[in-house]
């Protein structure tokens, strides 16, 4: 008979200092390689340069994996703080929450503009190595210190010696390699990463050395005396370029309306023949998946250059211009300054503050459509392209239409439908109630987005015939919105390799499930899956479906000073609101003064509310559908057990066996 382990008191592990990170380093931290925990540090050195302390950025890859990163900025403070009482330059390698980026709200930040906001930083680096030594030179004195056993063991601060006016930091690391797949980090990597930093930081000299096994050094230098416009140049390479690069900068001053002073960002933007790859910075953190600062850039680009097309009456007759046309063929890159970037994950691959979409678009916009008109050639060139790219387009899109036309069934009479005929930026957004239909029409975009409002809940159609499924209204309109018939049928595997079914006449690429965020909300997205999951398996399949995510709550946040005008926030759920409400004490905003609202429902949120956090692609949450084949027998018999009339009492002891995971929203 097997032993059940006691649950009591002494169950119960409280994970203190590092210990969480060197539990779960996933959760912190990349672990294919070190590569992220040194980028920790040399983005601290960045941090510097671009406060204007520091103007040498030196990084050493040590024979035995080793690292060190060298700077000449102002050197940690080494002091006791004023609460903890303990140096400040411990603090900063053993606690996860403490830094010079968080109190941005009185002015008395060390770094105004820094990588983010996590409280994190070095001290996931100190938790996932086997040693860091740390040397810092301040006030006319060396200061060093050594930590060891993944920041366990903390040696004593000790004075070294004078160093006259000299002042910067010197950190050696010495990664752990049984927390990464790769011991040592990937020289390339590190060449990338210290390149980009030179470009954003226009007379700072950036030096890697790699200590070769014959005892001598490899060292590359990089400085870019024009900055992003020398970089863009060289990342072009041979491509012929349509027009010459637009390189310029635009940051919000002390009275500006709606961003902190110092708030905006620099670029250069060019067009090529060829595809160029294109790169993006937020407070000098590469941002290699994107993310709303690019859609920023992309919304202004696309903005002035229409501008100026228009102006000239320069579209041909029956030509409508889209962003994809201008934008497909532009190259930048783009370096955004914010105050509060908010990142998705800990590594900050994707911005996802939904301000700076409008930050980068306005700083962008106006300026861009000035040099234009000061260079009208270029503009021309532009605006030729652009517009060549649009007919292509539409040109395609009439390919398509030909085959839809014969059999077409009459449109529903509620479904407002969008302007565009290419599938591959169309979406169907079906929405819960005529209340909330009203509210996604006025939120949309008439060229791409179509609303289908839907009268009460859907039919359970999990065991109904294909052929008996358009005697009710709801799927009648669904299908016939959607051009494609029911292809799954009860008692077949609808997901087999070899079904096949005719989606020529599918009018949409997205089909988006938007409901209200409750339990009658999540009755309609089960109804509405069952749907796809049993009679129109291939959308599912071909990556068509996707979940709509509003929020639940609304956080107004007051304005603090000239540097913050007041914020709107919004947070999906629960946990996002209590994750915001720490944020904001942290950047030391009362919690009385805000403000927490919750929606009742979509059509309780107006127009402008609706784009931003569900319809806008550049700031809404959608979740895709997926299809995995290896669960097909195991989602079959959850929605059999779910949705099939008799199975009354499986579904009750199911019910009984798995109650207590859920959390009731009551």
């Known amino acids: 008979m097997a032993v059940t382990p006691t649950y009591d008191e002494s169950s119960f592990r409280v994970l203190k200092g590092l210990e969480p990170v060197r539990e779960r380093p996933g959760m912190y931290t990349r672990t294919d390689s070190p590569a992220h925990i040194i980028q920790e540090v040399i983005d601290n050195s960045a941090d510097e340069a671009l406060g204007g302390h ?22 940690i403070p080494v002091g006791l703080h004023p609460d903890e009482k303990v140096p400040v330059v411990v603090l900063a390698f053993t606690r996860l929450h403490a830094g010079g980026k968080f109190d941005k709200s009185t002015g008395n930040s060390a770094y105004a503009f820094s ?133 310029a900068e635009k940051y919000a001053d002390a009275d500006h309306a709606d961003f902190a002073a110092g708030e905006g960002a620099a670029w250069a933007i060019g067009w090529h023949v060829e595809p160029v790859a294109s790169e993006s910075f937020v407070n000098l953190i590469p941002t290699v998946a994107g993310g709303t600062h690019e859609s920023g850039l992309r919304a202004g680009a696309f903005e002035a250059v229409k501008s100026f097309i228009e102006h000239r009456a320069l579209l041909p007759r029956g030509v409508k211009l889209q962003q994809d046309d201008v934008c497909s063929r532009m190259a930048f890159v783009l370096s955004a300054r914010i105050l509060d970037p908010q990142f998705q994950g800990q590594v900050k691959e994707k911005l996802n503050s939904r301000e700076a979409v409008k930050l980068v678009s306005s700083m962008i916009r106006d300026p861009f459509e000035i040099w234009l008109n000061q260079h009208v050639e270029a503009g021309k060139a532009i605006a030729e392209l652009s517009i060549r790219q649009a007919l292509a387009r539409q040109k395609n899109a009439q390919k398509v239409e030909k085959r839809k036309q014969s059999g077409v069934a009459v449109l529903p009479g509620k479904l407002s439908d969008c302007e565009s005929t290419d599938i591959s930026e169309n979406e169907l957004f079906l929405v819960e109630g005529d209340s909330a239909g009203g509210s996604a029409k006025m939120a949309r975009n008439k060229e791409t987005q179509a609303i289908l409002p839907l009268r009460g809940k859907v039919l359970n159609s999990w065991e109904v015939e294909a052929g008996r499924l358009f005697a009710n209204n709801e799927i009648h309109d669904i299908a016939v919105a959607l051009g494609v018939d029911p292809h799954g049928s009860v008692g077949t595997d609808p997901h087999a390799a070899d079904a096949a079914p005719d989606l020529s006449n599918l009018r949409y690429g997205k089909v988006i499930i938007m409901s209200d965020a409750d339990v009658d909300g999540a009755h309609i997205q089960t109804l509405l899956l069952t749907l796809f999951y049993r009679h129109f398996p291939a959308l599912i399949r071909n990556g068509h479906v996707f979940i709509a995510q509003p929020p639940l709550y609304r956080i107004d946040v007051p304005a603090s000073g000239k540097k913050r005008p007041a914020r709107r926030l919004y947070a999906l759920d629960e946990g996002e609101l209590v994750a915001i409400r720490d944020r904001l004490v942290k950047e030391g905003i009362r919690e009385d003064a805000v403000e927490v609202g919750r929606f009742k429902g979509l059509g309780e949120m107006n127009p402008d509310q609706l784009r931003e956090t569900a319809m806008a692609a550049a700031t809404r949450r959608v979740l895709p559908v997926v299809d995995l084949p290896a669960a097909h027998e195991p989602t079959s018999k959850l929605f059999n057990l779910l949705m099939g009339k008799g199975e009354a009492s499986s579904r009750r002891a199911w019910m009984e066996e798995k109650g207590h995971l859920i959390e009731a929203d009551i």
């Open 54 to 75: 520091a103007k040498n950025l030196h990084v050493l890859l040590h024979l035995d994996g080793s690292i060190t990163v060298t700077d000449d900025g102002r050197g």
């Open 115 to 247: 990588g983010g906001l996590h409280g994190v930083g070095v001290a996931v680096t100190n938790a996932l190595s086997t040693r860091v030594s740390v040397e810092v030179r301040r006030e006319g004195k060396i200061w060093a210190i050594e930590f060891s056993g993944g920041g366990e063991h903390v040696g004593a601060l000790a004075e070294m010696g004078a160093c006259g006016r000299q002042s910067g930091t010197r950190v050696r690391v010495w990664p752990d390699p049984k927390y990464f797949d790769a011991p040592k980090v990937p020289p390339a990597e590190l060449e990338r990463l210290l390149r980009s930093k030179a470009v954003l930081l226009p007379g700072v000299k950036v030096r890697l050395d790699i200590e070769q096994a014959d005892g001598s050094v490899q060292s590359k230098t990089w400085s870019y005396p024009t900055g992003l416009a020398g970089y863009l140049t060289e990342q072009a390479g041979n491509a012929e370029a349509v027009a010459p690069l637009y390189a």
